[in-house]
């Protein structure tokens, strides 16, 4: 079955009672049974619940995986993955990642004895040299956030193989339209399904999708007993979501190649962060692991001036200036105030999050009127 058609029925099957194409919505918290401990397949909703288990489903199928597991939130799905872990264990992370992925590992995590090394993970030997017997994981953003740096998914493979490390990646920006990481050697897979997999902008939602069985039972394991579950609506509206993935991805890079070359090209713009572009750093990598470039677009004015930038994403009105990405809407952020505001101001800077980045998701409208938004705004 290829992508477009797994969107839509990769794991799904006709519901019994009355042939409904989509499946029900399960608003339940538990479930009858016939005798104690004998059950239908279904005994509580945190452990199980049939409309999450249609999107799980859903989720394994388009990462080309086995085994889905869904969440309350992206961070609820990092937060059982760094939950494998323990005491004294290391990580390895991108060191251009999520704010909110940052201040889970260091001001959660750091406080149970786990310690996390950042570093440029676009040249792997930065990962290698920091590898030592009690590295258990690596944990990589690409293309990263927001800085849409690219990293080379089948090389760091090869290394956390060599040296029996798990290598999680976060697939949200790319999407399994786009890249799938577990083809390339991943041993975990993350998205905040709030993003693009929900692509509606009113779905908080995270996942992981894996292979290996004893990796999937300790994640389901760890799944119920945290309990940050998703409910069953959202998991109905994110399985809605999906069936469209693939004509909205389409859209959304094709709008967004014609806005960066039109930022690019704009005198008042000092930089512009795409991986689309044959100068970006490891392009030809982007071009080996993914089927597009994405939507994600980061950009900087004449000067790097900080006013200039926040008068910009002020004065944009088809852009919306709001957290969050992947929606069907276009939406510009200003990363050091917003989703990355809780790195330290030093710490954004080594990777390039200076004050005066700006960063659009891009959207599915028509790309003339995007444009002339950006236009009449940077003037």
């Not at 090389?155 to 040296?163: R, V």
């Not at 909205?248 to 005198?267: T, V």
């Given at each position: ?13 006709i ?6 194409i989509?499946?029900?919505i ?31 489903n ?10 889905g597991?869904?969440?309350?939130s ?7 993955v ?18 909110g992925s940052?201040?889970?590992f260091?001001k ?13 993970m676009q040249?792997p030997?930065?990962?290698e040299?920091l ?6 994981l690596?944990?990589v ?7 849409m ?6 090389k ?22 786009l ?17 693009y997999l ?9 996942a ?18 945290s ?6 609506m ?6 809605r979501g999906i ?30 962060y795409?991986?689309g ?10 071009k080996?692991?993914?089927n ?5 677009i ?8 900080y ?5 910009i ?16 809407e276009?939406l510009?952020?200003h ?23 700006i ?11 995007l444009?002339?938004d ?6």
């Amino acid at each position: 079955m290829k992508f477009n058609t797994k969107t839509i029925h990769g794991g799904q099957k006709i519901e019994k009672g009355y042939g409904a194409i989509m499946p029900p919505i399960y608003q339940t918290s538990t479930y009858a049974q016939k005798s104690p401990g004998k059950h239908q397949g279904y005994e509580y909703s945190r452990t199980h619940n049939p409309t999450r288990t249609a999107l799980e489903n859903s989720l394994a199928s388009i990462e080309n995986g086995k085994y889905g597991l869904a969440f309350g939130s992206g961070l609820a799905a990092i937060d059982a993955v760094l939950k494998l872990l323990s005491p004294g264990d290391e990580i390895i992370s991108t060191n251009d990642l999520y704010g909110g992925s940052y201040r889970l590992f260091t001001k959660i995590f750091e406080n149970y004895n786990l310690k996390f090394h950042f570093t440029d993970m676009q040249n792997p030997t930065n990962v290698e040299v920091l590898i030592n017997d009690n590295t258990k994981l690596i944990w990589v953003e690409t293309p990263t956030n927001p800085m849409m740096n690219i990293i080379d998914i089948k090389k760091l493979s090869e290394i956390s193989k060599k040296n029996n490390i798990l290598l999680a990646v976060d697939n949200t920006f790319a999407t399994p339209y786009l890249q799938q990481p577990l083809v390339l050697g991943a041993d975990i897979v993350m998205h905040s399904a709030t993003k693009y997999l929900a692509g509606h902008s009113d779905v908080v939602l995270g996942a992981l999708i894996v292979n290996d069985s004893y990796l999937s039972e300790r994640l389901y394991f760890i799944q119920n007993a945290s309990g940050a579950i998703c409910g069953p609506m959202d998991s109905f509206l994110t399985l809605r979501g999906i069936k469209t993935l693939h004509v909205r991805m389409q859209r959304h890079c094709e709008n967004a190649e014609q806005i960066a070359n039109y930022l690019d090209k704009h005198p008042k713009i000092e930089k512009v962060y795409w991986p689309g572009f044959n100068f970006h750093p490891n392009h030809d990598v982007s071009k080996q692991q993914m089927n597009g470039f994405g939507a994600m677009i980061s950009f900087t004015s004449k000067g790097n001036c900080y006013e200039s930038s926040i008068k910009i994403v002020e004065s944009l009105k088809i852009f919306t200036l709001a957290e969050s990405l992947g929606g069907v809407e276009s939406l510009a952020g200003h990363p050091a105030s917003m989703t990355h505001a809780s790195i330290p101001k030093e710490e954004r800077e080594k990777s390039g999050v200076i004050d005066s980045l700006i960063r659009l998701s891009v959207g599915i409208e028509d790309v003339e009127d995007l444009i002339n938004d950006l236009k009449e705004a940077i003037g």
